[in-house]
């Protein structure tokens, strides 16, 4: 063996850990902080100017997040994929995760990605899944937080209120960006040919989240005879632990919901309506859209529904009595139940929740009585005990009955 | 070249820091497959134990994770370093003194105060890196001592010619500490998307620097110490150490595919995924044709265990490289399959060598316990327990995954799971079995016995004499 062959075999170790070192430097100056640089200037170029951050209370919510591990159920990035973009909306721009630290973007899902949780379920919905999400969710594995509670999830502590506040703000920088913001953020990328980066701006909903409630919108015609048993047993997984195993309101988690879901075996529904609640949920409360069943599954819901009418004899009314009903209906109710009954009067545009559209439901006498006394709680609508006589609230309770138009 | 390794010394083993590690090992590796099986349990009974807040889902995941990489890893490594580094090098340890002290530091300030600061509420979001950034000030500090505990005497007997398992221990302390705050740190400074591209890193680099340098480590040295006969090829080993450390940190982004991060970035990470697959494929021939003819099953407990770390290692390595393609991982991504490929990699991979190198040092401390037939049912029962539940961890991960491509209500998928995490959890019955039975085998039986049945096995040799034949042979180094 040469001498410096020998010499250079004894050096070989120095050579080695100058690679070594150089190996893992080269490793973070690829793969974190040459696309740190990269995406610090996509969320410079393509970020609004004064995008909203979290506020304090929102802040406070995602440290608790954090400390959970909700992360580790729940991602928070949706990916360039249509099978992600069809369940969750539009893929996570960089600046979107601008006030993020750090991150929570998650590698395991067994739940759904929060990315744009934001405004897809109500608050009271929220406090009662964080409370014991096995209430509203029958199947749900999700872990229950009561120690964010002070005994029931009407009684939310701050820290309960911190977190539903920070799970409203995800993806809401993005929404209130607006189609300003994405033809900004469009023309900042300067990425036509880039069909990744443009996926992001094609999706078709930002937020695609099935269950999130619609204040209007098209619905799918269901078949008027969908099958019974498959909408008795989806009824069981999905709706029973809120509307009750008789659709009575009665379920278990019935009791926080403000309003309380509705008494399906009091009112009698259209089948147009039953389409139109399952698709678009109704806004404002905790009833969610089921958009991710296919429409044959609705319509057997629809069937199940049906079926929990108990057929009463109504009493036939008095003609007087009925007039004095529209006479009271058009003075308190029109402005906001609407002069056909369709929940369209001219004052909904202030209301956060839609008022009961009576063309589609038809209330028992006895549902509306006491609506009409104990109002709908969380709702605008007021008990009406104070203003009106007995003689008006059963006049008007038989008058609202007659808006209900079926089709054959 | 064997003059460079002294073989009339006989090295300074403390075994007393090595009984301690150990032990400590196989305690906090209890206690985090109790919080592995509770979590697990919760799952299928959600409402358990009235839901407080200490005992909820997420609290437990971190601790289950966070204790067997730094608790039973972490403390099975330093039994391992503390009977190796001597007989590697020649040369004792730094200080028995500095011993106390990480042991202390790492059990009492980093083990469990970071269990007991997560189920109060105190922790961070981050993959592998779960404990409080308090605790992560001790790792630190830990992993510097630990540096001047177990280098120096390879610089002592000078790093000429040294043997591939005292790379991978020099390779894996240094780089450890380095990446060590890329995880753990960086991500609070820095937000979102850039933040998660260093997670990235860490992620990766916690398995690819920490677990497994240290883990080949243990079967690169139990193999030829147990079956008393050279590596294959100290070429080999040595490519693969190299290939190794150059690939394993590109692999971060590989975490985060079809993600906002540059798709360069990505494609890169994607890449050196598949180039992993290939070294390991070398460096696992190099072991398996270094076992070959040395009847491995009816030998040595410690090089059974060894041998079948190998076997996973392969297979995980393989399984990794296929799950970083984009095509596949955009369907698995996210979904059990990759929890069970960790488990391949953490318990079927690293426990299998780190069990392999506790049985194999515990053989060689003279006052010791040792109970062969422990160890034995030890192995078997690990053994059943992994492939129970990779098995069924896989085939839960497609389902999901075909779900999730469809159009199915989310709860479908959750709704499918269940089935397959009932099996999950009992999977955990051989498990727990196993590693209580690993307790046993190394607390009960008589003392010596673990000579005993080294001389039964593979026939007595006093133990200073393992340290020279773990250097090249002369021929091959020449």
Not at chain 1, 32 to 47: N, Q, Y
Not at chain 1, 381 to 388: C, D, F, I, V
Not at chain 2, 3 to 13: G, H, L, R, Y
Not at chain 2, 403 to 414: G, I, K
Request: proline letters at 6%; aromatic letters at 10%; charged letters at 15%.
């Amino acid at each position: 063996m040469s001498r410096d062959a020998g010499r250079f075999l004894r050096m070989s170790y120095v050579v080695a850990s100058v690679a070594g070192v150089a190996f893992f430097v080269m490793s973070v100056a690829l793969l974190g902080i040459w696309p740190g640089h990269v995406l610090e200037d996509e969320t410079r170029t393509m970020s609004p100017e004064h995008p909203l951050g979290l506020t304090v209370s929102e802040q406070r919510g995602r440290v608790i997040y954090g400390r959970e591990g909700c992360a580790y159920c729940h991602t928070q990035q949706i990916r360039y994929l249509h099978a992600d973009m069809a369940r969750f909306g539009s893929p996570t721009l960089a600046w979107e995760t601008r006030f993020d630290y750090p991150h929570l973007w998650g590698t395991r899902r067994i739940g759904p990605d929060l990315a744009r949780e934001g405004s897809t379920h109500s608050e009271d919905w929220h406090f009662a899944h964080l409370y014991a999400p096995r209430t509203l969710m029958a199947d749900s594995v999700m872990p229950a937080y009561p120690s964010l509670f002070d005994g029931s999830p009407d009684r939310p502590r701050q820290e309960a209120r911190d977190l539903v506040a920070y799970l409203d703000s995800l993806g809401r920088a993005r929404e209130l960006a607006g189609p300003e913001g994405e033809a900004h953020a469009r023309t900042a990328c300067q990425c036509p040919d880039d069909e990744m980066a443009q996926m992001a701006f094609h999706a078709t909903a930002l937020n695609a989240n099935p269950a999130r409630p619609r204040r209007q919108g098209a619905a799918p015609k269901l078949a008027p005879a969908g099958n019974l048993g498959r909408g008795q047993q989806l009824y069981a997984h999905n709706c029973a632990s809120c509307h009750g195993a008789r659709g009575e309101a009665d379920g278990p988690g019935a009791a926080a919901l403000h309003p309380r879901p509705a008494n399906l075996a009091g009112h009698e529904y259209t089948v147009d309506r039953l389409g139109y609640v399952l698709w678009n949920g109704v806004a404002g409360t905790a009833m969610q859209a089921w958009r991710d069943l296919p429409t044959q599954d609705l319509a057997a819901l629809a069937r199940a529904v049906g079926g929990f009418y108990v057929a009463q004899q109504q009493p036939t009314v008095p003609v007087d009595l009925l007039d004095l009903g529209a006479r009271v209906y058009k003075a308190n109710c029109a402005q906001c139940h609407g002069d056909a009954g369709a929940g369209d009067g001219s004052a909904v545009g202030e209301l956060r929740i839609t008022p009961a559209d009576f063309r589609g439901a038809r209330p028992s006498v006895a549902e509306s009585l006491r609506a009409l006394r104990n109002g709908v709680e969380g709702t605008q609508m007021a008990p009406w005990t104070g203003r009106l006589s007995e003689a008006e609230l059963s006049a008007v309770a038989y008058y609202v009955r007659g808006f209900y138009q079926e089709r054959p | 070249m064997s003059q460079n390794v002294s073989p009339a010394a006989t090295p300074a083993v403390e075994t007393r820091l090595v009984y301690a590690h150990g032990l400590a090992a196989i305690v906090t590796l209890l206690i985090s497959v109790a919080f592995g099986i509770l979590a697990s349990i919760e799952l299928l009974v959600p409402d358990l134990a009235g839901n407080p807040a200490w005992l909820s889902w997420g609290r437990l995941r971190y601790d289950h994770t966070q204790g067997i990489m730094l608790g039973w890893l972490g403390n099975a490594f330093f039994a391992f370093l503390y009977h190796a580094v001597p007989l590697l090098t020649g040369r004792p340890v730094t200080s028995a003194r500095l011993g106390q002290w990480i042991f202390g530091l790492w059990n009492f300030a980093v083990v469990a105060p970071g269990w007991v600061l997560v189920l109060a509420g105190f922790s961070q979001p981050l993959e592998w890196a779960e404990f409080p950034m308090v605790v992560d000030v001790f790792v630190v500090i830990a992993l510097a001592l630990a540096i001047i505990q177990f280098l120096p005497p390879f610089f002592r007997r000078g790093l000429e010619d040294l043997y591939v398992s005292s790379w991978y221990v020099i390779g894996g302390l240094v780089f450890t500490l380095l990446a060590y705050p890329m995880g753990n740190f960086v991500p609070e400074l820095v937000p979102g998307a850039r933040g998660a591209a260093f997670s990235g890193l860490w992620i990766h680099d916690a398995v690819g620097l920490f677990v497994t340098p240290l883990a080949l480590a243990i079967i690169y040295y139990v193999i030829p110490a147990a079956t008393r006969r050279p590596i294959f090829s100290h070429f080999l080993s040595m490519l693969g150490f190299w290939l190794l450390f150059f690939l394993y940190p590109l692999n971060g982004t590989h975490h985060y595919i079809y993600s906002v991060i540059p798709m360069s970035a990505q494609i890169g990470a994607i890449t050196a995924s598949a180039l992993l697959g290939v070294d390991v494929i070398i460096v696992v021939a190099n072991l398996l044709l270094s076992l070959r003819g040395s009847g491995v099953f009816s030998r040595d407990v410690a090089l059974r265990f060894a041998a079948m770390s190998t076997i996973f290692y392969l297979v995980v390595s393989i399984q990794g490289s296929v799950q970083a393609q984009m095509s596949v991982n955009q369907a698995v991504h996210f979904s059990d399959w990759v929890i069970g490929h960790s488990h391949l990699a953490m318990l079927g991979f690293a426990t299998f060598a780190a069990a392999g190198g506790l049985a194999h040092v515990w053989q060689r401390i003279p006052w010791a316990r040792y109970n062969a037939r422990a160890l034995d049912w030890s192995y078997w029962l690990l053994f059943a327990g992994v492939i129970l539940m990779v098995t069924d961890l896989t085939v839960a991960g497609l389902v999901e995954a075909r779900l999730w491509q469809s159009a199915a209500p989310w709860l479908d998928s959750v709704r499918a799971a269940r089935p397959y995490w009932l099996i999950r959890t009992g999977s955990a019955i051989p498990i727990a079995a196993g590693f209580i039975a690993l307790l046993l085998g190394l607390t009960t039986g008589p003392k010596g016995a673990g000579l005993q049945s080294v001389e039964q096995t593979i026939g007595l040799e006093p133990v200073r004499e393992i340290a020279p034949r773990l250097a090249p042979a002369a021929s091959e180094a020449s």
